[in-house]
């Protein structure tokens, strides 16, 4: 069965500073993979999504993740974090193809010091 | 603009009730989704839908039903609220094609069951 793993719960960084959020993946076939953001008291905001092709992936926000089948990761990357991006973020794997339906991680929530 | 919304945004009720919480898309996507969103466990998929007429469980469909009559709504019913249905509940849609489609998520309902 496919699963999602956010191995961080909490991680805080200073403003300024580069940011990688681990997220590993369990699944047999090509995986469809997304990472969302939630603000406080907001609903999700997709980042960015990987379907094929280049392996890197460019965001909004300044966001980058990068698809590594070998080590079955999409870690989410920003080289330079703001205060504004203090949020709870999401990782998840499509499920079965032609389900539409995603399998989310719990979530690591980012904290930014000033 | 097409939007996803839910309604009411907070909701208390009291342990045996019937409660009712909305979501209505302009999307025109056939599917939609319902969530719940818990401390520890990230998103976990209640009930969804591909179209009008349909509708399928998800992994915590217990004490939860859902109707889809029309393509812009998919109301989630709890159907004698339990302390354990307290959480924050998301509905999204994507729309239908032959890869994962991008969900949009709703901002959220509060829901509190005393």
């Known amino acids: 069965a496919q699963s999602v793993t956010q191995p961080d719960i909490h991680i805080t960084v200073s403003e300024g500073a580069s940011l990688e959020l681990r997220c590993n993946y369990s699944?047999?076939?090509?995986?469809?993979l997304f990472w969302y953001v939630q603000s406080p008291g907001q609903g999700l905001q997709l980042l960015l999504k990987y379907f094929s092709g280049d392996t890197l992936v460019q965001g909004i926000k300044g966001f980058e993740a990068e698809f590594k089948r070998s080590q079955s990761s999409f870690n989410l990357r920003k080289p330079s974090v703001h205060w504004s991006d203090a949020a709870e973020y999401f990782c998840a794997v499509g499920a079965d193809s032609g389900t539409y339906k995603y399998i989310f991680g719990t979530g690591t929530r980012l904290k930014v010091l000033a | 603009d097409a939007e996803i919304t839910q309604s009411p945004r907070h909701k208390i009720t009291e342990t045996g009730r019937q409660v009712t919480l909305a979501c209505h898309q302009t999307?025109?996507?056939?599917?939609m989704f319902w969530y719940r969103q818990d401390l520890g466990h990230g998103l976990r998929l209640i009930h969804y839908s591909y179209g009008v007429q349909d509708t399928n469980k998800g992994e915590v469909s217990d004490g939860y039903s859902v109707s889809r009559s029309n393509t812009e709504d998919l109301p989630l019913t709890l159907e004698s609220a339990a302390s354990s249905q307290t959480s924050v509940y998301f509905c999204?849609?994507?729309?239908?094609?032959?890869?994962?489609?991008?969900?949009?998520f709703g901002p959220g309902t509060r829901l509190l069951v005393l």
């Open positions: 999204a849609s994507s729309e239908s094609g032959t890869t994962q489609e991008t969900q949009y």
């Open positions: 699944y047999g076939a090509t995986p469809y």
């Open positions: 999307w025109n996507h056939n599917n």
